[in-house]
């Protein structure tokens, strides 16, 4: 027979570092976004200057959708999609490994083996569908299609990734829609107005029964066309989109003023629009513009929403808890996000317009990116590692 004191019964169990650390999948998913938003870019501005050899389309392309963005979007969806279900929440048994196995193919891929790196990274998306399908098949709520669509696009991601060993083609531009704006869409859509609802308390705008169908498809369509020259198939979709996003965008009627951790949010709706007339005008006129309106896209819409929404998910989750406003640091990030979106427009027209220097606006706005990830981290470093 064991007995226990009065002060063993009493004393809280201390965590290890590590423990506290995993606790959380924001914490570990968004680390390695920080990482990879930092190292990526960098890599990048060495290619573009000639001092660092390597494959341009896997280091930029690849590292930013699968490093940055999908790092962050699987923190985010394991923790939110629970929530959205009325689930049980998802164990760290079932994401702390995949994590490390997700990191260590990212990074086999960009140092030069993609057909093993890539490989490692599809299975794991794969295997974190299933997670979030089994969650999804156990949550209570009624309402699960917008989880189930979010599931298939990540899902969509995979197969993607797995299509370009098979084919020995880059895929870039049917990931970056099909997936990467698909996904981020769904979930602004949802959560955005809500946030503004309950902050203004005004009532939600009924939007259309098809939107989240309608919109898929509309991105996966930009995608194709994009991605295999199908410029009648382009102008046509993009007009389609720049009138149908416009038509919701106006309609969510989310422009009284509000905090900046809202507002953020918000101005990403605007460049999604300013995005789809972009492209529009560059389908039409056959514009040779550095990939303008698809920057519009990953800076002004995925970007933003990146910076806000990764802001809000550290600090509602923080422990010990933080009150959810931007600080004048988190204000300054929100700033200098435009600044980089707005930087990386004024490089398009300059070449646009035979303006020489638009390779060093092109390197402004990199290093500008750099520099945002880098005062994020020291922001919210000590937060998601744990450290306070």
Not at 139 to 154: A, Q, V
Not at 171 to 194: D, E, H, K, N, T
């Amino acid at each position: 027979m064991t007995f226990h004191t009065k002060q063993d019964i009493h004393t809280p169990i201390q965590q290890t570092w590590i423990e506290k650390f995993i606790s959380q999948p924001h914490q570990l998913f968004f680390t390695s976004t920080i990482f990879f938003a930092i190292v990526v870019m960098s890599l990048t501005v060495l290619l573009l200057n000639g001092n660092f050899q390597g494959n341009f389309t896997t280091i930029h392309s690849f590292g930013l959708t699968y490093g940055v963005f999908t790092n962050a979007f699987l923190g985010f969806l394991i923790t939110v999609i629970p929530k959205y279900t009325n689930s049980t929440i998802i164990d760290k048994k079932y994401y702390a490994l995949p994590w490390i196995i997700l990191q260590v193919g990212i990074i086999i891929t960009l140092i030069g083996d993609e057909m093993t790196g890539k490989l490692i990274v599809v299975f794991t998306i794969f295997y974190c569908n299933y997670i979030f399908y089994k969650t999804i098949q156990k949550g209570k709520s009624t309402t699960k299609k917008e989880t189930i669509y979010l599931n298939i696009l990540l899902f969509i991601g995979g197969i993607l990734l797995l299509m370009e060993l098979i084919l020995e083609q880059y895929l870039s531009l049917m990931i970056f829609f099909g997936y990467i704006v698909s996904l981020v869409f769904i979930v602004a859509q949802r959560m955005i107005p809500a946030f503004y609802s309950n902050h203004t308390q005004t009532p939600l705008w009924k939007k259309p029964k098809y939107l989240i169908d309608i919109s898929s498809i509309l991105f996966l369509s930009i995608g194709i066309a994009l991605q295999f020259d199908m410029i009648i198939f382009l102008k046509i979709s993009s007009f389609l989109a720049m009138i149908y996003f416009g038509y919701i965008i106006i309609n969510l009627n989310i422009y009284k003023k509000t905090p900046p951790i809202l507002a953020i949010l918000v101005i990403a709706f605007l460049w999604l629009e300013i995005g789809f007339i972009s492209l529009f005008l560059e389908s039409i006129f056959e514009i040779q513009s550095l990939k303008l309106s698809l920057h519009i896209f990953a800076l002004g819409f995925v970007t933003n929403l990146l910076i806000g929404f990764g802001s809000r998910v550290i600090m509602g989750h923080a422990v010990p808890a933080q009150k959810i406003f931007a600080d004048k640091i988190t204000v300054f990030l929100f700033i200098l996000t435009q600044i980089i979106v707005i930087s990386r427009i004024l490089a398009s027209v300059m070449l646009i317009s035979n303006i020489n220097i638009f390779m060093n606006i092109l390197y402004i706005s990199s290093i500008l990116w750099i520099a945002l990830f880098i005062i994020w981290t020291f922001r919210y470093g000590k937060t998601i590692l744990r450290l306070n």
